[in-house]
């Protein structure tokens, strides 16, 4: 629950969290279910809770399909690991030869299933906004689905263990830590939805200071899905949990800028804003945590979504300088060539990017498909209009002649052989001649745009995608006609390249966590610089003591809490067990966790004459913390994509890493022999971060990430 929110907030939290589990049993508790519905207080600003389990959009539905598809993906990896370990202990050649058969079923499937969740990554539609009309579809992620985790158990052992309390006094922390990440799995495609996943984030370091120690395992399994591959990866490390949750608020930057209105400046400079958050928040993550067992999560891969939400927000800007319409002039025509052409560069350096090693086995082929599809059309159009005003204008005599000089001479890299700005600019013939060469290789990009999209089935179901390009085909072939003369086919000169410029150029968004205020939930343990996993202390002392005259034989120190300082050792609190350092954390039963020296002063000296009862507790000496090495348990897959970065080679027995040349693919996890060795006994060496010199400081209430958390 965030600060400013109500108490009911948290009975929101709980009653929604219940009816999305019994929205499972759709036959069963439907009645009760709508009843249960009828009764809760109605979704306000104020819940924050950005979720609806109930809602039936069509976004919901998607990922209903997606969990589905997720379940069966990991039924075949389980039955196909089966199979392999099998296939290892059996001697007898039928059996062998059976099991192998099974196993190529066992593969197809797993193929026929991947690019099922293929055509889920690509269904755009019902990510777009309800305004779209006649404008290229964008490509949104999908977010990461998960199971539940339940925290209740480890957290009461581990707070009456740790900090000598009773856990059941935190139930209701607990429960509201569970009913706020259960909220995040179904976020609203809004602000309110970035809050949630930014404030579970946020409370999840406080959490991890809390109650994990970087020396030992919590015993909580917290398990993720590929978004891009469905297969599941399970890690006892709240870091998964951490990055997953980063990985959802990118996704959802990315779907809110798809659903806006970009038939709107407004909703043309949101969807911008939207893109460049969202690209900034995906670099932030894999800057952060750079081992990530998940191949969506990956370095390579993370950098490719990262250029994806730029070329996307670069797309954006150009649709919202030619929103009002272009006009027919010579230096307006320029700088839209030139916007169409940086739009059409950076969308060709996202399409090599998606078709280099080790991405382009999981990318979905219809991403890469529709990243070449925008490079040709834009580039199309980049052409295109560099012809109209070759074609249609005069050079105007006076001061513009100047200046479309220096215009023409700056859109090249390189004149024509033969040609100069001005000469060309003042023939007439040579402009039109020009300008047909760049109609010519408009229609050939056109082309090129138009077969790319057949050739991807996913592509030939947007109706949408074929209807702009056929458009936008079909004019410049009249365009082209228009102007056509016998002689063209004498005149076999290319056109050059258009030089890309930009008046806005797409920069990535860090994410702001600071501007998303958080009150932690578990406070009541104390302040978290003294309180927390990595500090042991002796269980709370009851002193009992009598003031003398007013004087309590010692004097105080600290903030919060207080501290035990000059002690007289012949006082009646050094007698009853009182030693220097001690922290105050009660006096009488009134907590002083979060009191002052002079509140804690006043409180003792309101009981005069009377015994008091003190509670104090010592620190340790609290060992030389260690980096926490943790097992990735990825179900049914014996090796996860961050042993493939680190080259770990299981079979050498001297213990040396040696490089991997080609990465696995999807469906060669597994198979190999390197993987025969169960991962869950593996451990990942640790890793450190660098931090680039550009990355801006995140200012929270707390370190967000643990000193190690760029190790898995």
């Not at 999305?20 to 819940?47: C, G, Q, S």
């Not at 209740?152 to 139930?171: A, R």
């Not at 272009?326 to 025509?333: C, G, K, P, Q």
């Not at 030389?624 to 680190?646: E, P």
């Amino acid at each position: 629950m965030l600060v400013g929110e109500p108490s009911g907030g948290v009975e929101v939290f709980r009653a929604r969290g219940l009816i999305f589990r019994l929205a499972r049993y759709e036959l069963d508790v439907l009645p009760l279910r709508k009843e249960i519905n009828r009764d809760l207080p109605p979704l306000t600003d104020v819940d924050r809770e950005g979720c609806n389990p109930l809602a039936q959009t069509g976004r919901s539905k998607l990922q209903n399909q997606r969990a589905a598809l997720n379940q069966q993906i990991l039924k075949a990896v389980r039955m196909r690991t089966g199979a392999e370990n099998l296939l290892k202990v059996a001697t007898n050649q039928k059996v062998r030869e059976q099991v192998r058969l099974e196993l190529s079923f066992l593969n197809s499937d797993l193929q026929m299933l991947k690019e099922e969740l293929e055509g889920l990554n690509i269904s755009v539609g019902v990510y777009q906004s309800a305004e779209e009309a006649f404008m290229i579809p964008l490509i949104p992620l999908g977010l990461k689905e998960t199971k539940d985790v339940d925290f209740s158990v480890i957290l009461k052992d581990f707070i009456l263990e740790h900090y000598s309390e009773d856990g059941y006094l935190y139930e209701d922390e607990i429960a509201d830590l569970m009913d706020l990440r259960q909220a995040c799995r179904t976020p609203s495609r809004d602000e309110a939805g970035v809050e949630l996943l930014m404030g579970y984030f946020t409370q999840l370091g406080f959490v991890e200071s809390r109650f994990f120690p970087p020396t030992c395992q919590m015993g909580l399994l917290f398990t993720w899905y590929d978004s891009l591959t469905g297969v599941p990866v399970s890690q006892q490390n709240l870091l998964l949990e951490k990055a997953s949750i980063l990985f959802n608020i990118g996704a959802l930057y990315t779907q809110i800028g798809t659903r806006c209105n970009r038939q709107t400046q407004a909703g043309l400079e949101s969807a911008v804003d939207a893109f460049q958050r969202a690209a900034g928040v995906l670099n932030y993550l894999k800057e952060t945590f750079t081992h990530t067992p998940s191949y969506d999560m990956s370095p390579a891969m993370l950098s490719v979504l990262v250029r994806m939400m730029l070329a996307q927000a670069q797309e954006s800007v150009f649709e919202k300088i030619s929103l009002s319409g272009i006009r027919n002039e010579f230096l307006t025509l320029v700088k839209v060539a030139q916007e169409a052409a940086k739009v059409g560069e950076v969308y060709q350096q996202l399409h090599v990017a998606m078709s280099q090693a080790p991405v382009k086995e999981n990318i979905p082929y219809s991403w890469a498909s529709l990243a070449c599809v925008k490079a040709h059309h834009y580039s199309a159009l980049a052409h295109y209009f560099t012809s109209i005003f070759l074609i249609d204008h005069q050079l105007n005599r006076g001061a513009d002649e100047d200046h479309q000089e220096q215009c023409l001479s700056q859109l090249y890299d390189h004149m024509p052989e033969g040609l100069t700005p001005l000469a060309t600019l003042k023939n007439d013939q040579q402009r039109r001649q020009l300008g047909k060469c760049h109609l010519r290789r408009a229609i050939t990009h056109h082309e090129e745009s138009v077969r790319e999209a057949s050739l991807c089935k996913k592509l030939r179901d947007i109706q949408v995608l074929r209807e702009v390009l056929w458009a936008a085909h079909q004019r410049t072939r009249l365009k082209h006609s228009e102007h056509q003369e016998d002689d063209d086919l004498l005149n076999l000169a290319d056109a050059p390249g258009i030089v890309s410029k930009t008046e806005q150029e797409a920069e990535m968004v860090l994410p702001q966590f600071s501007k998303v205020t958080v009150t932690d939930f578990f406070q009541k343990l104390g302040p978290l610089s003294l309180f927390s996993a990595n500090k042991r202390w002796t269980p709370p002392r009851s002193i009992h003591f009598n003031l003398e005259e007013g004087d309590l034989g010692f004097t105080l120190r600290g903030n919060t809490p207080v501290q035990v300082h000059f002690l007289d050792p012949s006082c009646s609190a050094a007698m009853a067990g009182t030693k220097e350092g001690d922290y105050i954390i009660s006096i009488q039963g009134v907590d002083c966790k979060w009191l002052m020296v002079s509140e804690v002063m006043k409180l003792l000296k309101s009981f005069g004459g009377e015994e008091v009862e003190m509670k104090v507790v010592s620190l340790l000496d609290s060992t030389s913390s260690m980096h926490n090495k943790c097992a990735t348990y990825s179900v049914g897959m014996q090796k996860t994509y961050s042993m493939i970065c680190l080259a770990i080679d299981d079979d050498d027995k001297t213990g040396k890493t040696k490089k991997i040349s080609k990465k696995l693919s999807f469906l060669s996890w597994g198979t190999n022999k390197n993987q025969r060795k169960s991962a869950s006994t593996l451990c990942l060496p640790t890793v450190g971060v660098e931090r680039p010199h550009t990355k801006k400081k995140l200012s929270t209430p707390f370190s967000l990430l643990h000193s190690d958390s760029s190790v898995y």
